[in-house]
């Protein structure tokens, strides 16, 4: 019982730490200026394709696919799927606030830094609230209900056609698509499984216990 409360305590933490630092990634992403993520590229293109704003279609698209998701498999909506609706916009604004007081004029060099951090950060953040498996984003559901339900293609690739799917819906749609957005869409997949594997699995099961592949 001890052990099921301490795993079950580091699963709501790791769901907050997860959504918490993908805002903060977020807010890298938009201070570097060097190409938004995939979902934020498909949601500002269907916004202009209506001519109306980034909030109303990001709430009309997250709506929609959480629809789906809960009758393909609403396992995955959870605790985190309620902290990411809530927490997600404001940590990428104060991060993006911080980054503003405290970079006013990055040059390319700091600029380069911020989207591998953004990069990166949002890998791994990922794969934490991933394995804590108490609720994901919808966008985040789609390629893991097509990797672990539907056995399509493995996550990772799932995970890269989806980006990719995104990205050519926002190029399609005139928006800016940057360095940051190709490597995202290339290589978050990837990345986030070798986390899964190598970091967030091995931190709530322990090394002896992680679930097979």
């Known amino acids: 019982m001890k052990k099921e409360n301490l795993q079950k305590q580091k699963r709501i933490a790791m769901s907050f730490f997860g959504v918490i630092v ?83 004029a990055p040059g390319i060099a700091a600029r380069i830094v911020m989207m591998l951090a953004g990069i990166f950060g949002t890998c791994f953040a990922a794969s934490v609230y991933f394995t804590a498996d108490l609720g994901v984003s919808a966008y985040d559901a789609v390629s893991l209900i097509a990797a672990n339900k539907y056995k399509l293609m493995p996550f990772r690739l799932c995970r890269i056609t989806s980006d990719c799917l995104c990205v050519l819906t926002g190029l399609l749609c005139h928006v800016t698509i940057g360095v940051g957005t190709v490597v995202t869409a290339l290589f978050m997949g990837p990345v986030v499984q070798w986390f899964n594997t190598h970091v967030s699995e091995p931190f709530l099961y322990g090394q002896s216990e992680k679930p097979e592949h």
Do not use: R
């Open 22 to 104: 993908t805002g903060f990634c977020i807010g890298a992403f938009q201070k570097a200026g060097l190409g938004a993520d995939p979902f934020t590229c498909f949601v500002t293109g269907i916004a202009n394709l209506f001519h109306s704003t980034y909030g109303t279609f990001y709430m009309i698209v997250t709506g929609a696919l959480l629809i789906g998701v809960f009758f393909a498999e609403k396992h995955y909506i959870g605790i985190a799927t309620v902290i990411n609706l809530l927490f997600t916009g404001m940590a990428a604004d104060f991060m993006k606030n911080l980054l503003d007081n405290l970079f006013p």
